[in-house]
């Protein structure tokens, strides 16, 4: 995946273990069928669609939420 979230080879797996009445035929059905799966967050989705992919990724980190905060911009991570 461009974004560095999973690799080709964990999305070729998860595709191949589905039933032939749920593999994706397009990009936006595999992004809907990783949430729903619970491999990208609704936020890493949105950023997937919007473009900005690569940006959830910073090191160690990937980023799974944005969090509303006052000043400036705070997110969910975990440690990959």
Do not use: C
């Amino acid at each position: 995946m461009a974004a560095g979230l999973m690799s080709a080879e964990e999305i070729e797996a998860l595709v191949e273990g589905m039933p032939a009445d749920k593999t994706p035929h397009d990009s936006e059905q595999l992004v809907r069928e990783l949430v729903r799966l619970k491999k990208l967050t609704a936020y890493q989705a949105k950023e997937i669609y919007s473009g900005r992919g690569k940006s959830l990724v910073l090191g160690n980190y990937v980023i799974l939420d944005k969090l509303q905060a006052w000043r400036g911009r705070v997110f969910l991570e975990a440690r990959i």
